[in-house]
T-cell receptor, first 114, second 117 residues
Framework: AQSVTQLGSHVSVSEGALVLLRCNYSSSVPPYLFWYVQYPNQGLQLLLKYTSAATLVKGINGFEAEFKKSETSFHLTKPSAHMSDAAEYFC????????????FGTGTRLTIIP | NAGVTQTPKFQVLKTGQSMTLQCAQDMNHNSMYWYRQDPGMGLRLIYYSASEGTTDKGEVPNGYNVSRLNKREFSLRLESAAPSQTSVYFCASMKSDRGSSGANVLTFGAGSRLTVL
C-alpha cells in the first residue's frame, strides 16, 4: 500500500527566505510523486510531478523537488519565498502508470512573514 | 475551458436528509474521483471511476454512493446525511493515457462545502 507523510502541518518563513516542505513516501513499487497547491477557497492545482525521469523536478512559480530513493523523500523547495506563496501544499503518491489512485498527505500550511 | 465543474458550491442539510453532488468534466478524461477534505486529514478518496461504467471504493466509502452517468459526469450521493459527513468535497478527473504529459495528473473542481446539522 502507498502512503505519504508530510512533516510539519504549519511552516512559517520570512519573505525572501528558503522554503522547504518535507514529504516522505512509502510505496511497494517505483512511485509517481506529486506536489499540489491549494489557495484559499479553491481546488488543488499541480505544482510539479516526478514520473521516473529526472530526479530533480522543476515546477511552476519557482518551486522544485528532488526524488531521493535512498531516503524515500520528495521534499519541495523554493529559494526565495514570496507573499503569494502562502497556501496549503499537499504531497501525493501513486504506484505508477496504471494505478489511478493518488494518496495524499495531510498537507502543510505555508505562511509567509513580511 | 470549464475543466471540472461541481454543483452545488454550498449546501446545508439536516441529519437524515439526502442529496446528490454533481460533477462534470469537459476534458475527455477517463478517470473521475470524489475526495473529501477535513482539517488535519488532508484529502481522502471516497470513490473513483477508472473508466465509464466502472466504480470502485476508496478509503472512506461508507455512507456514500456514486454513479458514473457517462464519460463526462460522476455524481456522489448521500442517502442519509450525518454530521460526520460535514466536509468539503472535491471532484477530480485524470487523463490516464500512457505517454501523455497529463497522465496521472488530477484536475480538481472548486469544491462543494457541505454542512450537516
Amino acid at each position: 500500500a502507498q502512503s505519504v507523510t508530510q512533516l510539519g502541518s504549519h511552516v512559517s518563513v520570512s519573505e525572501g527566505a528558503l522554503v522547504l516542505l518535507r514529504c516522505n513516501y512509502s510505496s511497494s513499487v517505483p512511485p509517481y510523486l506529486f506536489w499540489y497547491v491549494q489557495y484559499p477557497n479553491q481546488g488543488l492545482q499541480l505544482l510539479l510531478k516526478y514520473t521516473s525521469a529526472a530526479t530533480l523536478v522543476k515546477g511552476i512559480n519557482g518551486f522544485e523537488a528532488e526524488f531521493k530513493k535512498s531516503e524515500t523523500s520528495f521534499h519541495l523547495t523554493k529559494p526565495s519565498a514570496h507573499m503569494s506563496d502562502a497556501a496549503e501544499y499537499f504531497c501525493a503518491v501513486s504506484e505508477g502508470f496504471g494505478n489511478e489512485k493518488l494518496t495524499f498527505g495531510t498537507g502543510t500550511r505555508l505562511t509567509i512573514i513580511p | 475551458n470549464a475543466g471540472v465543474t461541481q454543483t452545488p458550491k454550498f449546501q446545508v442539510l439536516k441529519t437524515g436528509q439526502s442529496m446528490t453532488l454533481q460533477c462534470a468534466q469537459d476534458m475527455n478524461h477517463n478517470s473521475m474521483y470524489w475526495y473529501r477534505q477535513d482539517p488535519g486529514m488532508g484529502l481522502r478518496l471516497i470513490y473513483y471511476s477508472a473508466s465509464e461504467g466502472t466504480t470502485d471504493k476508496g478509503e472512506v466509502p461508507n455512507g456514500y454512493n456514486v454513479s458514473r452517468l457517462n464519460k463526462r459526469e460522476f455524481s456522489l450521493r448521500l442517502e442519509s446525511a450525518a454530521p460526520s459527513q460535514t466536509s468539503v468535497y472535491f471532484c477530480a478527473s485524470m487523463k490516464s493515457d500512457r505517454g501523455s504529459s497529463g497522465a496521472n495528473v488530477l484536475t480538481f473542481g472548486a469544491g462543494s462545502r457541505l454542512t450537516v446539522l
